[in-house]
T-cell receptor, first 110, second 117 residues
Framework: QKEVEQNSGPLSVPEGAIASLNCTYS??????FFWYRQYSGKSPELIMF????GDKEDGRFTAQLNKASQYVSLLIRDSQPSDSATYLC??????????FGKGTKLSVKP | DGGITQSPKYLFRKEGQNVTLSCEQN?????MYWYRQDPGQGLRLIYY???????QKGDIAEGYSVSREKKESFPLTVTSAQKNPTAFYLC????????????????FGAGTRLSVL
């Protein structure tokens, strides 16, 4: 069974802090990884993807991939209350489908 | 505006009734997907289609049916055989091209909330 594991949280951080979200996956053949943000009652929106080992930065977001350890993480710097949402980790299957984790709920306190 | 349109936003099903959820995209994407999300859960794949007139079952296809007669449209029917249909249904599409990455980057519609009366 191909799986993605995430800590369901909730993860609470103060405004301005760094939020660290982690995800582990079971399939060593996984090639690409995605982070989606989902606000309550809304659909997921893509915020980052990564397919090479190392870090990928986009504004306040940094995705980190370690294929040897089979984990991917998302760092959010200078966290804002508007970042409060559920963050879904997913990896890409060979048929184009995505395998999703259950999500980590992040709460940023003013 | 380019995007994925799902309708209706809310849908109520009576026992024994089949209902159809609409998904239309104008992104010229080849692949389309249907997911189900239950409260506090991740997304589970129901059906997907990579090309017109072809589709495959996902992890939880029982009680659902789809068609893909046009590139732009991928409707999902929740049949009476689906005994626990209450959920948030999400349609997604992904780009064409040869790269696996392009196929994996999925964009979602706004979703349909289905409840049972």
């Amino acid at each position: 069974q191909k799986e993605v594991e995430q800590n369901s949280g909730p993860l609470s951080v103060p405004e301005g802090a760094i939020a660290s979200l982690n995800c582990t996956y079971s399939d060593r053949g996984s090639q690409s990884f995605f982070w989606y943000r989902q606000y309550s009652g809304k659909s997921p929106e893509l915020i980052m993807f990564i397919y090479s080992n190392g870090d990928k930065e986009d504004g306040r977001f940094t995705a980190q991939l370690n294929k040897a350890s089979q984990y991917v993480s998302l760092l959010i710097r200078d966290s804002q209350p508007s970042d409060s949402a559920t963050y879904l980790c997913a990896w890409g299957g060979s048929q184009g489908n995505l395998i999703f984790g259950k999500g980590t709920k992040l709460s940023v306190k003013p | 505006d380019g995007g994925i349109t799902q309708s209706p936003k809310y849908l109520f099903r009576k026992e024994g009734q089949n209902v159809t959820l609409s998904c239309e995209q104008n992104l010229n994407h080849d692949a389309m997907y249907w997911y189900r999300q239950d409260p506090g859960q991740g997304l589970r794949l129901i059906y997907y289609s990579q090309i017109v007139n072809d589709f495959q079952k996902g992890d939880i296809a029982e009680g659902y049916s789809v068609s893909r007669e046009k590139k732009e449209s991928f409707p999902l029917t929740v049949t009476s055989a689906q005994k626990n249909p209450t959920a948030f249904y999400l349609c997604a599409s992904s780009g064409s091209g040869d790269s696996r990455l392009a196929k994996n980057i999925q964009y979602f519609g706004a979703g349909t909330r289905l409840s049972v009366l």
